[in-house]
């Protein structure tokens, strides 16, 4: 993951810490969830003049990849 892609996928985790943090994400529709974010991205996407769109899938593919680090990490945590 190169240096920007990190940065704007902490800088939308962490807006999410926050505007998320009194849901239950288990019980709240994805829809819902990307609507409360839409603001962080929205300000992400006129910082780089890209699309909202092109936001969200580099969100959508960033937070993919992080959680399958994490899983790597764990898997590789539970053989030792």
């Known amino acids: ?12 985790n962490r807006y999410a810490d926050e505007a998320l943090k009194d849901i239950d994400p288990q019980k709240t ?3 819902f969830q990307l609507e409360k974010l839409r603001p962080i991205m929205e300000e992400i996407a006129r910082e780089n003049k890209i699309s ?6 580099k969100y959508m593919d960033l937070a993919s990849e992080a959680a399958v680090r994490r899983e790597q990490d764990l ?4 053989e030792n």
Do not use: K
Request: hydrophobic share 40%.
């Open 1 to 12: 993951m190169q240096n920007q892609d990190r940065q704007i996928l902490d800088r939308i």
């Open 29 to 31: 529709p994805v829809s």
């Open 52 to 57: 909202l769109e092109e936001v969200f899938i």
């Open 75 to 78: 898997q590789g945590n539970l």
